[in-house]
């Protein structure tokens, strides 16, 4: 058990030094001064470990280590003691190959994260990145697939939805109108 749990820490120390390898996103420097700072803190590691992770797997940010891990330890559980540490070898090489994938996924969300937390309370600016990043990896594909069949290589043009959001936005003259094109779709 012990040996897992060094190898589970070990994986976790080495996509750390990764981050900071890559140039990835500093972490802010943690200063606990007073039950203001403490409950903070507290707030953000229960965020992150009541689904923010799961969030970020699901969503392909990151590539989830947790079958890995499991496969592993259920393996190690029932190995004799030689092969117990070539199977620690074994996930430790695993886990270090998807937290280097990993590692500059992560660093982008951090600095993403740590922009729209900098951003003023109801920042337009923000609630424009957060509705793109829906078109682009929600509604899009699934508009493309509706459109033309999951299995087809054609696309959607973003450049022409995003002509026609901004051109409604702005009360343009528009190249096909909203009734036609509310029929079309």
Do not use: H, W
């Not at 060094?6 to 140039?23: E, H, N, P, Q, R």
């Not at 403490?38 to 970020?56: C, D, H, K, N, P």
């Not at 929600?138 to 508009?143: E, I």
């Not at 109108?177 to 509310?182: D, F, G, H, I, L």
């Amino acid at each position: 058990m012990k040996k897992t749990i060094l190898g589970t820490f070990s994986a976790v120390i080495v996509m750390a030094v990764m981050m900071v390898s890559c140039g990835g996103a500093s972490t802010p420097k943690t200063s606990l001064k007073n039950s203001v700072d403490s409950v903070s803190y507290a707030y953000g590691v229960s965020m992150t470990e009541q689904g923010l992770v799961q969030f970020l797997e699901q969503s392909g940010v990151l590539q989830s280590t947790s079958n890995i891990e499991n496969e592993y330890q259920m393996r190690i559980a029932s190995a004799d003691s030689t092969q117990k540490e070539a199977l620690e070898k074994e996930m430790n090489a695993k886990l270090d190959s998807i937290n280097k994938i990993n590692a500059p996924r992560l660093s982008q969300f951090i600095k993403g994260l740590t922009e729209g937390m900098s951003l003023e309370e109801k920042s337009a600016y923000a609630n424009g990145l957060s509705i793109g990043v829906q078109f682009s990896q929600q509604m899009l594909p699934q508009f493309t697939s509706m459109l033309f069949g999951s299995d087809s290589t054609k696309t959607v043009n973003k450049d022409q939805v995003l002509a026609g959001i901004v051109s409604t936005l702005k009360n343009q003259e528009l190249a096909i109108s909203k009734m036609e094109a509310n029929g079309m779709v």
